[in-house]
């Protein structure tokens, strides 16, 4: 994996429902080089494609099934079976406390009708198109936190690898890269699970060049938070920190989260953040809710 690659975060979602297979049928379109999907088990072990354990922030599961919150008052995936899943109708993301939309330029909230869907299905969409287009657009799973699932006594990592194998993902030479933020996991699925494939180790919290020399003896890369690379900016300029050349330095690829166009924070465009994090900062490849966008600015 050589050059700068683009990763469609939980699909074209700047412009579609995360997640949904129409966000990920657009992000296909949009030619990335890998589309991202979240994976989390349903009651019965099917592996669903959705970002958080919880449901009621992108269903209408507390009008469908409002007595199946836990103590807590969320929802969780884990206590509904597939087939009840189903009846849900995917929306796009908001605060469930007070309804309001996270993006509000985004995609409208109830509106049109989007479902959730296995990782098996959005296998077959990925793979379908890419025998129909000729195209080789690779899948990016990531699994979510697993320590949950084995309180719920789920081996999530063995079904995924599991099911990676039967469609045909095996070696870092496959279009496929697995990702997990918890690092004791993530080293359980390259030795005790015996995986093979280009392995992420997510950096969730402040980064600790200390950890990079043990993330390096499984993983093949590292995938951190954009901000991580970025020190201060002085007199218009940013100086980085030395995340990405300690990481190159131990032979980690580095593919940061999360690029987005509506979300420029520090930056006064989109394309001046990609280009200050592709070739100032050197990263490998990166995460983006508008695959367009960035594959439209890489080309140039
Ligand atoms: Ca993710």
Redesign the pocket.
């Known amino acids: 994996m050589n050059s700068k690659i683009i990763i469609a ?2 699909g074209a979602s700047g412009y579609l429902p995360e997640h949904t297979m129409e966000a990920k049928a657009m992000a296909y379109a949009m030619k990335p080089d890998f589309i ?1 999907q ?1 994976l989390v088990l349903s009651k019965d072990d099917i592996p669903v494609v959705i ?1 958080d354990i919880y449901l009621d922030d992108v269903t209408n599961v507390s009008s469908v099934y409002p007595n199946r919150k836990r103590k807590d008052g969320r929802y969780y995936v884990v206590d509904f079976t597939f087939d009840e899943l189903l009846c849900l109708k995917v929306t796009e993301r908001f605060n469930p406390k007070n309804g309001e939309q996270f993006y509000p330029n985004r995609f409208p909230k109830g509106k049109s009708n989007f479902k959730l869907h296995s990782f098996q299905q959005e296998i077959e969409l990925i793979q379908g198109l890419n025998h129909s287009t000729g195209n080789t657009i690779g899948i990016y799973p ?1 699994i ?1 936190n697993p320590e949950f699932h084995h309180q719920n006594q789920k081996d999530i990592s063995k079904i995924i690898v599991d099911i990676l194998f039967e469609y045909g993902y095996r070696t870092k030479e496959d279009k496929c890269v697995l ?1 997990c933020f918890d690092a004791k996991e993530l080293e359980r699925i390259r030795i005790e699970l015996k995986c093979n494939l280009f392995l992420i180790q ?1 950096i969730e919290n402040e980064f600790d060049a200390q950890k990079l020399g043990y993330y390096a003896r499984y993983a093949d890369g590292v995938g951190p938070w954009y901000k991580q690379i970025l020190d201060v900016k002085e007199k218009g300029k940013w100086k980085l920190t030395t995340l990405v050349n300690k990481a190159h330095e131990y032979g980690l690829k580095v593919h940061p ?1 999360t690029l987005r166009a509506d979300e420029l924070n520090e930056f006064s465009s989109f394309e001046e953040m990609i280009e200050l994090l592709f070739y100032e900062a050197n990263i490998d490849g990166a ?1 983006t809710d508008f695959p367009d966008k960035m594959v439209a600015f890489l080309k140039k």
Request: charged share 45%; glycine share 0%; net charge negative.
């Open positions: 975060h939980r991202e979240d970002h990531e979510k990702q997510l989260y995460f």
